[in-house]
């Protein structure tokens, strides 16, 4: 079935490094991997997407890259700021018709020390 | 601007109660879906929906049901709660599109249970 591995569970960096989280997915047929972003008490909210005909898509301090062949993408974080510190969640998907249905990593609890 | 709204925020069960946990969106999405969160497991899919009449089994759907007579709402049943259904719940919606921002989820602020 289905499913999608992140790693690493747990990530603490100092303020202006580089975090860089890393996910696999099982199903070749994934065409679409956001990442989310969950603060304390909210819902997960969309930071970042790429689709599997592009290898890499940044925006402004934060970027992913994909490996389709190897069934690999990851998250890039540079500069972290103490507001980064959130869970994150990657997620793969199947194409329901023009519809996504998202599978999710397990998550991974960045904290970014001043 | 609502977005996704979810209903109630916090709730606890008695063992065997049953319950329905409200979703409502109005951004007229078709997709919308229910998912469970627990420690250390990310976020499971129990059940979604493409469009009114229309539903589907996610990962973990046993112990639910769910039914979507509206595009906006798409209530999650809990007939008879049991201790391993204490989680976080978060409903999503998404629209059909092919831009890959229309793709996105947009979830509710979810809905805390616990069943004792």
Not at chain 1, 23 to 52: H, M, V
Request: net charge neutral; aromatic share 10%; proline share 4%.
């Amino acid at each position: 079935g289905e499913n999608v591995e992140q790693h690493p569970s747990t990530l603490s960096v100092q303020e202006g490094d580089s975090a860089v989280i890393k996910c696999t997915y099982s199903d070749s047929a994934s065409n679409y991997f956001p990442w989310y972003k969950q603060e304390l008490g909210k819902g997960p909210q969309l930071i970042i997407d790429i689709r599997s005909n592009v290898g890499e898509k940044k925006d402004q301090r934060i970027a992913v890259t994909l490996n389709k062949t190897a069934k690999h993408f990851s998250l890039h974080i540079t500069e972290t700021q103490p507001e980064d510190s959130a869970v994150y969640f990657c997620a793969a998907s199947i194409d329901l018709g023009g519809y996504n249905k998202l599978i999710f990593g397990a998550g991974t609890r960045l904290a970014v020390h001043p | 601007n609502a977005g996704v709204t979810q209903t109630p925020k916090f709730q606890v069960l008695k063992t065997g109660q049953s319950m329905t946990l409200q979703c409502a969106q109005d951004m007229n999405h078709e997709y919308m879906s229910w998912y469970r969160q627990d420690p250390g497991m990310g976020l499971r899919l129990i059940h979604y929906s493409v469009g009114a009449g229309i539903t589907d089994q996610g990962e973990v759907p046993n112990g639910y049901n769910v039914s979507r007579s509206t595009t906006e709402d798409f209530p999650l049943r809990l007939l008879s709660a049991a201790p391993s259904q204490t989680s976080v719940y978060f409903c999503a919606s998404s629209s059909h599109g092919q831009s890959t921002s229309l793709y996105g989820y947009t979830f509710g602020s979810g809905t805390r249970l616990t069943v004792v």
